[in-house]
T-cell receptor, first 115, second 109 residues
Framework: DAGVTQSPTHLIKTRGQQVTLRCSPK?????VSWYQQALGQGPQFIFQ???????QRGNFPDRFSGHQFPNYSSELNVNALLLGDSALYLC??????????????FGSGTQLSVL | GQQVMQIPQYQHVQEGEDFTTYCNSS?????IQWYKQRPGGHPVFLIQ?????EVKKQKRLTFQFGEAKKNSSLHITATQTTDVGTYFC?????????FGQGTELSVKP
């Protein structure tokens, strides 16, 4: 039973570029949440996808967008990268939308460095 | 801004000493979850507390949910080097699971 998988594991980009991160949820899960974790900080909620729609959004600019596919996998896109976007991007899946009583299963993350 | 606060930010202990981290919310929570993130790893779910005043134990770990459901604590008895990592509490707010800043635990053998 595969857990949450993310790709790539590491990525280096320059300011102004665009990036796409990918996530496959744990088998049987239909909800995907994305978090940004800066060094030494807690995960910050970006958004959550359920039934191929963005259901909840955190305090992130429109440069951050996402998508969920019919097979429940998801993408996170960041446009016009800034140095401050450098962080570990975590994908988490759950049986139902988190924010209720659902626990999250995290992937290993994508470490994004913006130079 | 941060809506779930954790203290302390760092805790350095000698192996065998106890450790406690505290979590506080400005609003009542329907439940509180705890996660552990090992250095270089990702958060892993430990436990969920739902009821007011609930206490749950996992071996040397004791989790408590406050009577007002606004605060929680994690206590580790007789720490071991395997306990090293950052412990996060997380609570549902506005349909999102919001994480605290975490308490980083280091254990000196």
């Amino acid at each position: 039973d595969a857990g949450v998988t993310q790709s790539p594991t590491h990525l280096i980009k320059t300011r102004g570029q665009q990036v796409t991160l990918r996530c496959s949820p744990k088998s049987g899960h239909d909800t995907v949440s994305w978090y940004q974790q800066a060094l030494g900080q807690g995960p910050q909620f970006i958004f959550q996808y359920y039934e191929e729609e963005e259901r909840q959004r955190g305090n992130f600019p429109d440069r951050f967008s996402g998508h969920q596919f019919p097979n429940y996998s998801s993408e996170l896109n960041v446009n016009a990268l800034l140095l401050g976007d450098s962080a570990l991007y975590l994908c988490a899946s759950s049986l139902r939308p988190a924010g209720t009583n659902e626990k999250l299963f995290f992937g290993s993350g994508t470490q994004l460095s913006v130079l | 801004g941060q809506q779930v606060m954790q203290i302390p930010q760092y805790q350095h202990v000698q192996e065998g000493e106890d450790f406690t981290t505290y979590c506080n919310s400005s609003t009542t929570l329907s439940n509180i979850q705890w996660y552990k993130q090992r250095p270089g790893g990702h958060p892993v779910f430990l436990i969920q507390l739902v009821k007011s005043g609930e206490v749950k134990k996992q071996k040397r770990l004791t989790f408590q949910f406050g009577e007002a459901k606004k605060n929680s604590s994690l206590h580790i008895t007789a720490t071991q080097t395997t306990d090293v990592g950052t412990y996060f509490c997380a609570g549902p707010k506005g349909g999102k699971l919001i994480f605290g800043q975490g308490t980083e635990l280091s254990v000196k053998p």
